[in-house]
């Protein structure tokens, strides 16, 4: 058997491999956790166009704050919610540039709003990543400005209570409407098609830098099996089950 | 080519940054520092030099917009008034922990809170002090003439770059308010990225194939690592002490009594220098120029020949704090200001000098 498959692994035979964007420094994510595939599919846009030293990326406070371990391009660690606005000027003053913020819903959605707003309304030629759990998973669980009614989460135990904590936020679908943003989707990675989605989006989103075509945003709504408390797999079912109600996948504008 | 005119103190910053090859301006608008913003946006150096100009959304945002142009190793400013300075102290210090050189002008106002729009010095603290969060340092710049304005600009930006730190120009609302003659210098061409590259090789330029990925950060998990970064500015900090102290003497070498101020106080103070010597009462004028560094040892000296000092600034005491440090108990130390947006007179001055230090 082994010398069978000794056989069969050869270089010739590899159809798949890691992208040489990735570094090999060891992923800090939990088991389960949406940003390691984000990760992957930015570092394989990113080799597959060839920009890899012409792309500057902006990382968040959140658990993708350490985001710049693993892509090797350069980086800016961005203060909380305002990936954007630094975004804007690497952007502005470095023109020939490919520029993307990488961005949590806490970072985007709460923190950052005013931020996130004004770059997709100046219709800055930039593409924002957002990956939407419901949950702020770096400080332990947390409630999130997108956190669905009803659900848990250890500043809101018992539930988000829409009457004392307000509605989850639909950024995405707020942002669409402005003039500035280009392209604007809704994906997700829980499927092997879903991944496939997904980075056509994502290669769609920086093909649409190239052609200066305003603000690209693509979320990703994200399962947080920590946060949750949930298993990876019941995670993903709970995703579908709930979190696709509320924000359901697909593109919102393509302009 | 040089040129004479006659400007606003804010009109000279914005003229200066457009002279000295300033990538870019962000900023939010805010009185009394306004004509700054709307002097580049009617320059349009964005023709000319190539000069980025932008009005963010808020001051929050365009300190950010700062981190992000001085990662990419860019020469970048921005400038406001007290409540929006107040507003940038997170940017500021998220700067001054990933060592990215900038420059930020504050032309100051009265507060606390929204305040008044008239002149003051009371943000003194929060510029030399660190007004946001950890152990960090600013290179400080006060100037006292509109000259100054627009001469501290490059030099600001000289001293950010030397020292990979940001630095602040403290100016108040009657030196960016009032006219005066100034000669501009020459136009100094923007870095290429070429430059750039050479001259900043840790920005984010895009990841050459010559080297590994750059990373602009103030982030270390560990705390042994934050210890090192932080053993690393409190060296520096001692090296900018070590160097760029700058300050003024006026009529000190014969002064029985000193008069330290900066800023626009020290122009009135010049006066009551003079006031007071008509009446017999031989008083000399200390103006530090550096607020950060502060000039420790020239006050200490000084210390040895006058009888006692007073400290005058446009606030209810902050910088007389760091004159009694200098001085160290050798001779007494008293505070005179007006602030809240009142200015004091030449002859308030010599008064608070005779009551509180000559007859105290």
Known sequence: MAEVLNDIIKPENQIYGKSEVLTDNVLHYCPGCSHGVVHKLIAEVIEEMGIQEQTIGVAPVGCSVLAYNYLEIDWQEAAHGRAPALATAIKRLRPDRFVFSYQGDGDLAAIGTAETIHACNRGENIVMVFINNGIYGMTGGQMAPTTLEGMKAATCPYGRDVSRDGHPIKITELLAQLPGTGYVTRQAVHTPAAVRKTKKALRKAFENQKLNKGTQLIEVVSTCSSGWKLTPVQANKWMEENMFAFYPLGDLKDE | ?360
């Not at chain 2, 007179?345 to 608070?352: H, L, M």
């Open chain 2, 1 to 360: 080519m040089r040129e004479l005119k006659l400007m606003k103190g804010n009109e000279a910053i914005a003229e200066a940054a457009i002279r000295c090859g300033v990538d870019g301006y962000f900023g939010y608008p805010i009185t009394p520092q306004s004509e700054i913003m709307e002097t580049l946006m009617a320059e349009k150096p964005w023709e000319t030099t190539g000069m980025v100009v932008l009005q963010a959304e808020s001051e929050v945002a365009s300190i950010n917009m700062l981190y992000g142009g001085a990662g990419c190793g860019k020469r970048v400013m921005t400038s406001s008034s007290s409540p929006g300075v107040s507003l940038m102290q997170e940017g500021i210090t998220y700067l001054a922990g990933a060592e990215l050189p900038c420059v930020v002008v504050n032309v100051v106002r009265g507060g606390p809170g929204l305040g008044t729009i008239q002149p003051a010095q009371s943000d003194y603290f929060q510029s030399v002090k660190g007004g946001g969060h950890g152990d960090y340092k600013l290179i400080v710049l006060a100037p006292n003439s509109v000259q100054e304005m627009a001469d501290f600009v490059e030099l600001a930006f000289d001293l950010a770059f030397k020292y990979k730190n940001p630095a602040l120009i403290l100016s108040d609302g009657v030196i960016g308010q009032m006219m005066e003659k100034v000669e501009l210098k020459e136009y100094t061409p923007r870095w290429t990225n070429e430059e750039i590259e050479k001259i900043s090789p840790w920005a984010t330029t895009g990841k050459g194939a010559h080297r590994g990925r750059n990373v602009i950060t103030s982030l270390e998990l560990e705390a042994s690592e934050q210890e090192k970064v932080n053993h690393r500015l409190q060296a520096k900090y001692k090296e900018i002490e070590k160097n760029e102290v700058r300050c003024e003497k006026f009529m000190c070498d014969d002064a029985d009594y000193l008069l330290v101020a900066y800023g626009s106080s020290a122009r009135i103070c010049q006066k009551s220098v003079e006031l007071a010597r008509e009446n017999g009462i031989k008083v000399g004028l200390l103006r530090p120029i550096t607020l950060f560094p502060y000039p420790v040892n020239e006050i200490n000296a000084l210390a040895d020949q006058v009888k006692g000092i007073l400290s005058v600034e446009m606030s209810a005491g902050q910088m007389v704090e760091d004159v009694r440090l200098a001085v160290n108990g050798k001779v007494k130390v008293e505070h005179f200001g007006r602030y809240g947006g009142a200015i004091p007179s030449p002859g308030e001055v010599v008064e608070a000098l005779k009551q509180k230090i000559i007859g105290g």
